[in-house]
Each structure stands twice: as structure tokens, then as C-alpha cells.
């Protein structure tokens, strides 16, 4: 149960801080360390069994139909991650208290946090490889809320657009990918994928499976050319910086290479693209890094370097290269975590980041120097720290690798040059920000930063001392643990420890220490010959490809859109009518048969009457009131045809619909000429008259057809599972809140998102009301007809007392929560009808957006709570309890659900009419404006 409550606790509890911030800055923060710590606490609960070498799995059936399960598991891999993202996110959130300004009141902030550790928890737990595209897109959303945090600043905009317009596409060739393996495999769980490792490689499909995964892959970590978007999320608070970099987001790419490694390497495709790529990448990251004069700037373009080097080790294929990957993510994760900590303390105490102006802050804040220059060691390999280790074991895979025997020297000496070019950004980051004379033109006098904003890199520091000089005592265990994870063939022989004698790495090591100095030493010339190259900002380019696919779309759009909606229905039908055509004369003809039943007098009148309004409303359509009586009669024809066909709760259904619709519709008259100017041309009008005979035709036809044939139906499944399946003899109304309850489900919300949309709209309007109607007479606005009005007032209980009884009785008579909410909805709309907005408004549902929300938490929530009995997704149960006095009474968490859409339902209308009725009130206000 560990395994299921760390992101049950990730997710659940997300919203925390932004509930509490209203205590405080303080409340939301300790909201947030708790859930971090909670996290934490469960990930170390599974510890002793994991680094025991046992593997723990969760799995609730979801989407069984898709291969979709929320199934979990936690090996040594998804261990070390899930470690490394609840430490350090505390420590993040830590920092953040101290490192954001004052007037943040942090809950938004720290509640997007926790969202995007709970993405990133999911990546690293999921077994279910469609389970973990999911999260891996949720990351991508939430790191663009993260980035645009401080939404005001044009950099965090775009940099935040670029991030998630990159990692989505990203997202998108993964999960074909993913779809792409899961149809060789026979299944998305990654336990029966590795099973069947041979079949799928031996699969021709298999180099272009390989291709997608590796484009998200590499989209995510920032590997060439996908890294431009990294240094501009740059933008972000520093303590997102500091998440980012450290263990989150650019590790979710890493992690799936590492993840995937028993399936996609072993092939030359797999080392050609990913050691290629994570060399190139791993060069020009330190190159450029050596650059850059913003603090910020030259530790994103080093973090982009490091990834390279873990992504070249995985493309050595080799088992001890994968273990150096997976130490090199510990390393990198904890002294990049301090060095953007560092860098956010001189920007707070500074007020800016530029190492030009930058200078001897080691004088001023010699405590936080310190650290920042163990930990910037630690990035450039100086021993007796953690990066000193895994950077040795790089140079050790290095040599004489079997796919360079006859250029043996190439590979050392090119990983032996990107560790020059580490130490060189590295020197300059000590030498520029903590020496090098004084600062200039700072904005603010700098001192040492408050306590407790440096404890987190405090801790960080010592654990890069203690893994470097006691690296089998650290993290010996935690990276057997996780290599093993990643090597089911077994852990090759490898020794965790600080000297190893007089060997070829330990060269490299010297040279690239010494050459790095001397690179740095000899900047000026290197800096003069860098400011003659040309610039090109990966911003500049992305935005003008970003205005280049608007200014399309706007020209295209031009093209489609002349605000006619007669075009564009004439659009819709016209394909539908084309498509529909060569679908129905593409396939074998089907006899039509007339029915069997010959039509009584009252069917035929019926329809003849149902021909006559619906004719009669298209051709005086512009009449608008005797069209909306024409359109009620058609809704009347078809509510009794309901009830003809024995379908009372379709027919009730039916009438509560027409009858608010048509209620809301009398009142947006008010607000309309009486009637429509014609527009219509003749050739437009013999266009419209043809398109309306081909898809009514086609429709009649197609209904026809489907009728003739035999008839295949799931009536009789669901007359026999209604009451064993549902508990309700009411077939209707538990089909709509247990077998099909995920459609009524997104119905709902549809309906929320539409009362959201047109509340907006209403709003903001303000529209003329008219002083006379039609016929020249004076509207009456401050009267109210008074006998509707002593009629509405004691009929408003019976409505209600009679939608209650309709809810109550749905699930086995006809009724219901759809049509208890409609008769509510019209009973208050009467009400409004009857004594006015004044009146009526104070006593209508107040804040619909909280109604709705609790709506959508009802339904959603008996949803959850079936996970927690291990059933799938929006399960009912139900059963009888007796009562003293009253009997048996039927209890069914079907009723609930049915409760969140009454609730939706009502508000819905509620806000429509509440918003319709206040346009007379704004009218009125003297300075309103559309």
C-alpha cells in the first residue's frame, strides 16, 4: 500500500497550500514540505525490500479494453529517482519560503510544485507504459505553469511556450512510440514487454519504434537539437530553476533511456544515434556554457552538457557505462541542485545575475562562496568530490571502446576535451562571481543571505564531501540497486572508490583539469574571437517561426471564415454529405423492407403534425417568436412518440428540455428585433434548399436501412444486468449512472464548461433593451404580472417537493437526477418569469462555479472511491438496509453520482438565466458598454 499512497498523497493533496495560503505565507509552505515529506517517507518505507533487490507493484484495472491499467511498480531505478525527486523538491521548498518575495503568498506556487512532483513521481513509478505518457505530457503542462509563473515578464512567457511547444511534440512521437510497442508486444506493461525483448526487435517496425521513443526522449533531456528550449525556461524563479535542473523534468528523458535500455540498446541504431547525440551534445554544451554571462545562463547550458555525457554513456552499451549513467544522475542532481541555490542567493542579495557586474562577492558572503565553489568543484571533477568519481569511470569507458578499435585515440581524447571545457565554465563561475575584483553598479548592497535560504544547499554540499570521499557508505547500495534495475543480465564488476592507482583516467583527469585552467586563463582571446561570430538566439528564431504558423493559420482562416454561420453549415453538411454517400454506396446494398406494423391513425397524425410545425418554422423562421411556438411543437410531437414508443423517461426527459429551452429562449427575445432581415440570395437559398434535401434524404436513408436489417441489440443485455448489475429497475437511469456512467461523466463537465463559457460571455455584455416591443407597446419593466406572481410562489415548493420526488424515485421509475435538475431549473426560471430578477435573483444559487465544481466532485469522487475497494473506475455498489418503523430501504452509490447531476444541471440553467436576466439591470446602469 506504500507503493499506491505516494501518488495518491502526491496528487491528492496538490491543492493544500493553495487553500491555506489565505493563513499565510507559512501555512502554504508547511502544506507543501508535508506533502514532500510524506512522499519521502513512503518512498523510504519501500526501501529496505527494494535495496534488498524485491520489485513492488500496484495495479487497478482502468481502461482494460485500451491496455490502459493505473498499474505501478517500484524497482531500484524507480527508487533512486523517486528519492532523488522528494528530497530535493523539500529542500526546493525550503529555499522557495526564503528565496520568493514577500508579497507571494506562495499557494499557487507551491500547489503547481506539487503537481509536477506528482507527474514526475508517476513517470518514475509507472509500469503501464501509457500510464507513463500521461504523466510525461502532465509534466510538460505543469513545467509550462512553472516556467510562466511570473506571467508579467515577457521572458517567462515565451520561455514557457518554448519548453512546452517542444516537450509536448515530444510527448506526441513518445506516444506513438509507446503505441507502436505496445501493438509488437501485445500489451503496455513493462514486465510483458521485457519478456518478449526478442520478438520485438527482431520486428521490422521495430528501428522506427525506436526512432519515436528516442525523439521524446531526447526532447525532454535537451539533446541536440532539441536543446534551445532549456536556457530560455531559464525565466523561471530559480527555485524552479533549481527542480528543474537537479531531479525532475530533463531526468524524465534520462530515466526512459535507462527505463527502456534492456529493450531498445544492443544494436547499432541504438549507439549510433544515442552516443552521437549525447556526444555532440555534450561538447557544445560546454562550449557555449563558457560564454554566457548570466549566472543562470551558463548552468543551464552546463546542465545541458551533463546530459549529453549521462546520454553518451548510455549510448556506449556497455553495463559498466549504464552504472556510470546512473551515478552521474546522482552526482549531477545534487551539485546542480546547490550551484542554481548559489545562484539564486547572489541574485537576491545582488538584484541581478550578470558576472560582468558580479564581482568579490566572496568578500561579502565568504559562507555561501564556499559552498558555491565546493559545489561548482564537485561539476568540474576535482577529487575528493562526488563529480570527481563518476567523471573517472566516463573517462575509464572511453578507452578502447569495441566500436573505435581502429581509431582507438578518438573517444578518449574528445571526452578528455569536453572535460577541459567543464572545468574551464567552472573556473569562470568561481573566478567571475567570487573574485575578480569589485562588483559594479550592483543594485542592492549584498551580505550573506538569511539562515535558513542557505541550509539547502548546506546539506546538498556535505553529501557531495561525504559521496565523494565515502561513495560505497552513501550511494553504494541506492546505484546497485537502480543499475541492476536497468541490467537484467547482472552487475558487471566495478569498485566505487577514490583512487585507483596510476591509469589512463586519471591522465585524462589531470589534463583536463590542467587544460581547462589554461583555457580559462587564455579568455580574452577566445572571448574576442567568440564576439566576431554571428548571433543566433534560439528565441528570436523560435519566435518568428511561432509569429510565421500564426500569421498561416490567420491567412488560411481568411480563406475558411467570413463570420457567415449559413457558410459554415453548408460547410458541415456539404462533407457530411459527401462522406456519408461514399460510405453508404461503398458497402453492399441491404434490402430495405418496409416495417411490419402498419401506423395507427394517432401515429400518422402525429407525424403529419410533426411535418407540418417543422415546416412551418423553416419557412417563417424569421418570425422569431411563432418559429420558437413552431420548434416547441416539434419537441412536443416527439416527447409524445416517446411515450407512444413506452419510453416514459425519454418522454419526461424530453418535456423538461423543451420547456426550459424554450423559457430561456422567450427571454433572450426581449433582447432581438422581432424579426431577422433576409440575407439570402436566390442562388444561396437553391443551395440551401438542395443541401437540406440530400442530408435529410440521407439521413431517412440510413435510418431505413439500419432498420431493415436484423435486429442485434444490447436491450436484452441490459434488461438482464440492470437490477443484479445496477440495483435499479429503472433500465434507463442505470444506464446512464453505472454502464455507461464515464459518458455521463464527460456529458456533465461538457455542460459545466458551456455554463463557464456562456456565464463569461453574459457578463460582459451589454445589450439595449428595446423601450417598446413590436407592436409599438411599452415594455413594463418595473410591474410584474400579478396574477403569475401569486401563482409561482406557493406552486414553487410543490415543483421542487415534486423534483425531489422524481430524483428519489429515479433509479427504479422513471426520473432522475437529469430530470429532477431540469424541473428545478424550470421551476426557478418560473419564479424569475413571475416576480423579476430583484426578486428571484438573491434567491438563486449564488457562485455557480462552486456548484459546479461540487457537482463534478460528487460524480467524479463516487468515481475515486471505487479505486479504493479495487474495483475500476465509477463501479457502483448498492444494497438494502432496514430501517425501524420504515422498512427496507435501497442504498446505491449510483445516487450520489446522480446528485453531482442534479447539481450541474441546475446551475447550469440557473447561471443562464441569472446571467439573460441581468442584462436588464446593466442596461439600465448609466455608463454600461458592450
Known amino acids: 500500500m506504500l507503493l499506491a499512497a505516494i501518488p495518491a498523497i502526491a496528487f491528492g493533496a496538490c491543492a493544500l497550500p493553495l487553500l491555506l495560503q489565505r493563513l499565510g505565507r507559512r501555512a502554504a509552505a508547511l502544506a507543501a514540505a508535508g506533502v514532500m515529506a510524506a512522499c519521502l517517507g513512503c518512498v523510504l518505507g519501500l526501501a529496505p525490500a527494494v535495496l534488498a533487490g524485491q520489485s513492488a507493484f500496484f495495479r487497478l484495472r482502468w481502461l482494460p479494453a485500451y491496455g490502459l491499467d493505473f498499474s505501478l511498480r517500484v524497482d531500484g531505478l524507480g527508487l533512486l529517482f523517486a528519492l532523488l525527486i522528494c528530497a530535493i523538491g523539500l529542500l526546493v521548498v525550503l529555499y522557495a519560503a526564503w528565496y520568493l518575495p514577500t508579497s507571494d503568498r506562495l499557494g499557487r506556487f507551491y500547489s503547481i510544485l506539487l503537481l509536477f512532483m506528482a507527474a514526475m513521481l508517476g513517470i518514475v513509478l509507472a509500469e503501464n507504459l501509457l500510464l507513463l505518457v500521461v504523466f510525461w505530457e502532465l509534466t510538460s503542462v505543469s513545467s509550462f505553469l512553472l516556467v510562466a509563473y511570473d506571467n508579467q515578464r515577457y521572458a517567462s512567457r515565451v520561455g514557457a511556450r518554448m519548453a512546452l511547444a517542444v516537450t509536448g511534440a515530444g510527448g506526441l512521437a513518445l506516444l506513438a512510440g509507446v503505441l507502436l510497442l505496445g501493438a509488437l508486444a501485445g500489451s503496455f506493461e513493462l514486465s510483458e514487454i521485457f519478456a518478449n525483448r526478442e520478438r520485438i526487435r527482431a520486428n521490422d517496425l521495430f528501428a522506427p519504434m525506436l526512432l519515436l521513443i528516442l525523439l521524446g526522449a531526447f526532447s525532454k533531456s535537451a539533446q541536440l537539437p532539441f536543446h534551445f528550449w532549456l536556457p530560455n525556461a531559464m525565466a523561471a524563479p530559480t527555485p524552479v530553476s533549481a527542480y528543474l535542473h537537479s531531479a525532475t523534468m530533463v531526468k524524465a528523458g534520462i530515466f526512459l533511456l535507462i527505463r527502456l535500455y534492456p529493450l531498445l540498446a544492443g544494436n547499432p541504431l541504438w549507439f549510433w544515434l544515442v552516443a552521437g547525440t549525447g556526444a555532440l551534445t555534450l561538447v557544445y554544451g560546454a562550449a557555449v556554457a563558457l560564454f554566457k554571462h548570466d549566472i543562470k545562463g551558463l548552468l543551464a547550458y552546463s546542465t545541458i552538457s551533463h546530459l549529453g555525457l549521462i546520454t553518451l554513456l548510455l549510448g556506449l552499451d556497455t553495463p559498466l557505462s549504464v552504472v556510470a549513467a546512473i551515478f552521474h544522475v546522482i552526482n549531477h542532481a545534487i551539485f546542480k541542485a546547490s550551484l542554481f541555490m548559489a545562484a539564486g542567493i547572489v541574485d537576491h542579495e545582488c538584484g541581478t545575475r550578470d558576472m560582468r557586474r558580479v564581482n568579490g562577492m566572496f568578500r561579502v558572503m565568504p559562507i555561501s562562496a564556499t559552498l558555491a565553489i565546493v559545489a561548482a568543484a564537485a561539476m568540474a571533477g576535482v577529487p575528493l568530490l562526488n563529480g570527481f568519481l563518476s567523471k573517472e569511470m566516463f573517462f575509464a569507458e572511453t578507452i578502447s571502446h569495441a566500436q573505435f578499435v581502429s581509431l582507438a585515440w578518438l573517444l578518449p581524447w574528445f571526452a578528455t576535451l569536453a572535460g577541459m571545457l567543464a572545468v574551464a565554465y567552472s573556473s569562470r563561475f568561481i573566478h567571475d562571481v567570487f573574485f575578480n575584483g569589485e562588483p559594479v553598479n550592483l543594485p542592492r548592497q549584498p551580505h550573506e543571505p538569511p539562515r535558513w535560504m542557505r541550509a539547502p544547499s548546506e546539506l546538498l554540499v556535505v553529501v557531495c564531501v561525504l559521496v565523494g570521499i565515502f561513495p560505497n557508505w552513501t550511494v553504494g547500495p541506492w546505484l546497485a540497486a537502480a543499475a541492476g534495475a536497468a541490467l537484467p543480465q ?365 457537482g463534478l466532485f460528487l460524480a467524479t469522487g463516487v468515481g475515486l472511491a471505487s479505486w479504493v475497494f479495487a474495483r475500476p473506475f465509477l463501479t457502483s455498489a448498492h444494497g438494502h438496509l432496514r430501517l425501524p418503523l420504515i422498512g427496507e430501504v435501497e442504498l446505491a452509490s449510483a445516487m450520489i453520482f446522480d446528485l453531482g447531476v442534479y447539481l450541474v444541471v441546475v446551475t447550469v440553467v440557473v447561471s443562464l438565466l441569472s446571467g439573460i436576466g441581468s442584462l436588464s439591470q446593466r442596461a439600465a446602469t448609466p455608463g454600461g458598454s458592450a
Do not use: K
Open 490 to 854: 547482472g552487475l558487471p564488476d566495478y569498485r566505487l572508490a577514490l583512487w585507483h592507482g596510476f591509469n589512463q583516467p586519471l591522465l585524462m583527469s589531470t589534463l583536463a583539469l590542467l587544460g581547462g585552467v589554461a583555457i580559462y586563463a587564455l579568455r580574452r582571446p577566445i572571448y574576442a574571437w567568440h564576439a566576431q561570430l554571428p548571433r543566433v538566439h534560439a528565441r528570436t528564431a523560435f519566435e518568428r517561426w511561432s509569429r510565421a504558423c500564426t500569421g498561416g493559420a490567420h491567412r488560411l482562416v481568411g480563406l475558411l471564415d467570413n463570420v457567415s454561420l449559413q457558410r459554415y453549415c453548408a460547410l458541415l453538411l456539404c462533407f457530411v454529405v459527401g462522406l456519408g454517400g461514399w460510405a453508404f454506396f461503398a458497402r453492399p446494398g441491404v434490402a430495405l423492407r418496409p416495417s411490419a406494423h402498419p401506423a395507427d391513425a394517432a401515429a400518422v397524425l402525429a407525424l403529419l403534425v410533426l411535418l407540418v410545425a417543422a415546416l412551418g418554422a423553416t419557412l417563417v423562421h424569421r418570425e422569431r417568436l411563432l418559429a420558437i411556438i413552431l420548434v416547441s411543437v416539434v419537441g412536443l410531437v416527439v416527447t409524445l412518440t416517446f411515450a407512444r414508443l413506452s419510453a416514459p423517461d425519454l418522454a419526461l426527459t424530453q418535456l423538461a428540455v423543451e420547456t426550459a429551452t424554450i423559457i430561456l429562449l422567450l427571454l433572450v427575445l426581449r433582447y432581438l428585433p422581432a424579426r431577422s432581415r433576409p440575407q439570402s440570395s436566390a442562388p444561396r437559398l437553391l443551395r440551401d434548399v438542395v443541401l437540406a434535401l440530400l442530408a435529410g434524404g440521407g439521413l431517412a436513408l440510413v435510418t431505413l436501412q439500419m432498420l431493415s436489417q436484423p435486429a442485434a441489440s444490447l436491450a436484452d443485455f441490459y434488461l438482464q444486468n440492470a437490477l443484479p448489475g445496477g440495483g435499479g429497475t429503472n433500465v434507463v437511469n442505470v444506464i446512464l449512472v453505472d454502464f455507461r456512467g464515464f459518458d455521463t461523466l464527460g456529458e456533465i463537465t461538457v455542460l459545466a464548461m458551456v455554463a463557464l463559457a456562456a456565464q463569461a460571455l453574459l457578463d460582459r455584455l451589454v445589450l439595449p433593451v428595446p423601450a417598446h416591443d413590436a407592436d409599438g407597446r411599452r415594455w413594463a419593466r418595473d410591474r410584474q404580472p400579478l396574477f403569475l406572481s401569486m401563482l409561482m410562489r406557493p406552486l414553487l415548493p410543490v415543483a421542487l417537493l415534486v423534483s425531489v420526488y422524481l430524483f428519489l424515485r429515479g433509479h427504479n421509475a422513471p426520473g432522475g437526477g437529469f430530470v429532477a435538475g431540469l424541473v428545478t431549473a424550470v421551476a426557478l426560471s418560473l419564479q424569475y418569469l413571475a416576480n423579476g430578477i430583484a426578486f428571484a435573483q438573491p434567491r438563486l444559487p449564488q457562485q455557480p462555479t462552486r456548484w459546479l465544481a461540487g
